[in-house]
T-cell receptor, first 115, second 114 residues
Framework: AQSVTQLDSQVPVFEEAPVELRCNYS??????LFWYVQYPNQGLQLLLK??????LVKGINGFEAEFNKSQTSFHLRKPSVHISDTAEYFC?????????????FGRGTSLIVHP | ETGVTQTPRHLVMGMTNKKSLKCEQH?????MYWYKQSAKKPLELMFV???????ENNSVPSRFSPECPNSSHLFLHLHTLQPEDSALYLC?????????????FGQGTRLTVV
């Protein structure tokens, strides 16, 4: 069975500083990986995804993530954050271990950007 | 416009009421999901439908009853709920369950049970 661990429940950072949100997963088969962002009282919006190919994935709003198979990680990074990046971020993994691809989500990381 | 629309956005209901949540997707997807999001808890998968057939019921109490009349519509019928059922209910859709593509989410219905 697949699982996702987001090690940090909250990450405070100052505006224009770089940020990394960590995600580790466990799965016994090939995986698809995703990062979503959720603003207050909204649904989840896809930031980026890894399906295959290059391990460095670029997404919307200047975010990128790197798939590291040996470390089973998919950390999200942004070189310079804005106040508007304050939101909840969810890592998700999907594999076919149960016969169908149903995404499993981490507990989320709250990114708080201070001026 | 996310392609997945949920109504209503907010709902307050008494414990003896019956209400329904509606989800509609215009993306041509064949898999649809209900998730429950409570404060301080991870997203909980409730139900999954693939080509209108229910494939997952994640030990959800029977006071929640899903319905999927076609691949574009998903309902969650609610009756005799408890205050702990208050949460944000999220609907999502994806291409179908054998492709592993990303899920697209609606804006959610904020449910308060009083």
């Amino acid at each position: 069975a697949q699982s996702v661990t987001q090690l940090d429940s909250q990450v405070p950072v100052f505006e224009e500083a770089p940020v990394e949100l960590r995600c580790n997963y466990s799965s016994s088969v090939s995986v698809y990986l995703f990062w979503y962002v959720q603003y207050p009282n909204q649904g989840l919006q896809l930031l980026l995804k890894y399906l295959s190919g290059s391990t460095l994935v670029k997404g919307i709003n200047g975010f990128e993530a790197e798939f590291n198979k040996s470390q089973t990680s998919f950390h999200l990074r942004k070189p310079s954050v804005h106040i508007s990046d304050t939101a909840e971020y969810f890592c998700a993994v999907s594999d076919a271990s149960g016969g169908s691809y149903i995404p499993t989500f981490g507990r989320g990381t709250s990114l708080i950007v201070h001026p | 416009e996310t392609g997945v629309t949920q109504t209503p956005r907010h709902l307050v209901m008494g414990m003896t009421n019956k209400k329904s949540l509606k989800c509609e997707q215009h993306l041509g997807h064949n898999a649809m999901y209900w998730y429950k999001q409570s404060a301080k808890k991870p997203l909980e998968l409730m139900f999954v439908y693939n080509f209108k057939e229910q494939t997952e019921n994640n030990s959800v109490p029977s006071r929640f009853s899903p319905e999927c009349p076609n691949s574009s519509h998903l309902f969650l019928h609610l009756h005799t709920l408890q205050p702990e059922d208050s949460a944000l209910y999220l609907c999502a859709s994806s291409q179908e369950l054998t492709t592993g593509r990303e899920a697209f989410f609606g804006q959610g219905t904020r449910l308060t049970v009083v």
